[in-house]
């Protein structure tokens, strides 16, 4: 998987460099010739160039990337002007960085859907996102162990919590499962999100459910990756 980040502050050299040393090839692009030299060792490709320019950013292998990340922070008309950039440049997955309701209001009306906010969303939380296409969400709650929102594994749709038999096979608790419903609320439909309540062995797991799943990163892939 390929992915460019735009913008190398705090927030954006992490990203870049977790999703690195995760193995995925990154190109990121920063106006700041020091901040690249300095990250060049630590980052797959790493490249000076504005990008409010249109002709920079269009040089960049944007149709090969599974997504560009904006990760501009202070500079928020720098961050929107990047933004409509990679719009007209038919970019196929944005994530933008949200500073203010302002910005998200701007980058709502530009139809942006994918949105990073530095006080909620950790880089290691996104980078955990983008590199597994069945996560949902994710949060560290120790070193060792992690809550997970995953995508029902295809075999076990239909099956019950008993059934799929996941906590044995897997070293996994499934604490809940999420349905997403459409609601129509002031004109707009909207989905909304809402949890069955604790997971007990008769949950039946169903197609486009969501599994809230505790356990270790590595027996929780495990998992995902089951056939």
Do not use: W
């Not at 002031?186 to 599994?211: C, M, N, P, R």
Request: charged share 30%.
């Amino acid at each position: 998987m390929k992915y460019i980040v735009l913008g190398l502050g705090y927030f954006g050299r992490a990203l870049a460099t977790q999703l690195t040393e995760a193995g995925y090839e990154v190109i990121a692009a920063d106006k700041n010739i020091h901040i690249v030299e300095q990250l060049k060792d630590r980052i797959t490709h790493t490249v000076c160039l504005d990008s409010t320019d249109k002709e920079a950013v269009a040089s960049l292998p944007l149709k090969e990337s599974d997504a560009v990340i904006v990760a501009i922070g202070e500079d928020e008309g720098a961050s929107l002007l990047t933004t409509a950039l990679l719009k007209q440049l038919n970019v196929k997955r944005i994530i933008g960085r949200v500073v203010s309701d302002l910005q998200k209001t701007v980058l709502e009306a530009m139809q942006i859907e994918e949105f990073i906010m530095p006080e909620e969303d950790t880089a290691e939380r996104l980078a955990l996102r983008l590199g597994n296409i069945d996560i949902v969400d994710s949060f560290k709650v120790s070193e060792k162990y992690s809550i997970v929102e995953t995508v029902v594994p295809q075999s076990c749709i239909g099956l019950t919590l008993k059934e799929a038999n996941l906590t044995n096979k897997y070293k996994v608790l499934i604490m809940t499962t999420i349905k997403t419903s459409l609601q129509k609320k002031g004109g707009e439909v909207k989905a909304e999100k809402e949890a069955s309540g604790i997971a007990h062995s008769d949950t039946l797991l169903e197609k486009d459910d969501v599994l809230v799943v505790f356990g270790e990163m590595t027996d929780i892939q495990k998992m995902m990756k089951m056939e």
